[in-house]
């Protein structure tokens, strides 16, 4: 069973093409024009061992937003494409991952009812990288990607100072536990008392 899909979005103010095989072995192409939003599509793609293609033409000479915002919607779409019926998968999953000083908690639920609980205390930062990213739109990204996705997510600080270190391990995070939660489970079936998720 072939795990993949593909998605493009096209409005006035972006132009995005995503695709994705959950079965892949981490291989990454991003390109957003935002470095630091590359650095972190690229975490998701590599520690979720999932291959990742992200290419966005965006209005960068506005802001950052309508392209961090468009690449995570389409994210999200593709990934639910390519779970499919989710027949056989583990579903939940969680973990703590830290990145020197910071530590995150991730917890998800590969459920079909998008919900967001984003505990993330945000360190006082400048903007990373250039163009700037903009620190506050890690959540932004997060939240939209599960929402499109169908994931019921909880995203909590337990510490950290470093802005990038914050917002680094919590995709590493995210990663980890998408890439526990789409494993395909010995039990089969899809896992949910109403037969369908």
């Known amino acids: ?3 993949t899909a593909s998605r493009s979005r096209s409005t006035k103010e972006t132009s995005i093409e995503v695709s994705i095989d959950l079965d892949g072995s981490g291989t990454t192409d991003i390109s957003t024009g935002i470095p630091f939003y590359d650095h972190m599509l690229d ?8 291959d990742l293609r992200v290419q966005a033409v965006g209005d960068l000479h506005i802001d950052t937003h309508h392209t961090v915002e468009d690449v995570a919607i389409t994210l ?3 990934f639910a494409e390519a779970l499919g019926d989710k027949a056989g998968v583990r579903r939940f999953a969680s ?8 530590l995150i908690d991730v917890a998800l639920d590969l459920s079909g009812r998008p ?8 360190p006082e930062s400048l903007p990373l990288g250039d163009p700037a990213f903009d620190p506050q739109l890690a959540e932004h990204i997060v939240s939209s990607f599960a929402t499109s996705a169908g994931i019921t997510l909880h995203v909590e600080m337990i510490r950290g100072r470093n802005t990038h270190h914050v917002i680094e391990a ?5 990663a980890r536990t998408l890439r526990d939660a789409v494993r395909i489970d010995d039990a089969g079936g899809v896992p949910s008392t109403k037969g369908v998720l």
């Open 76 to 78: 999200g779409e593709c």
């Open 1 to 3: 069973m072939s795990r």
């Open 115 to 122: 919900h967001v609980e984003w505990h993330v205390d945000m």
């Open 43 to 50: 975490q998701l793609g590599r520690h979720g061992g999932f």
């Open 170 to 174: 919590t995709f590493k995070g995210l």
């Open 95 to 102: 973990g703590r991952y830290p990145l020197d000083e910071a």
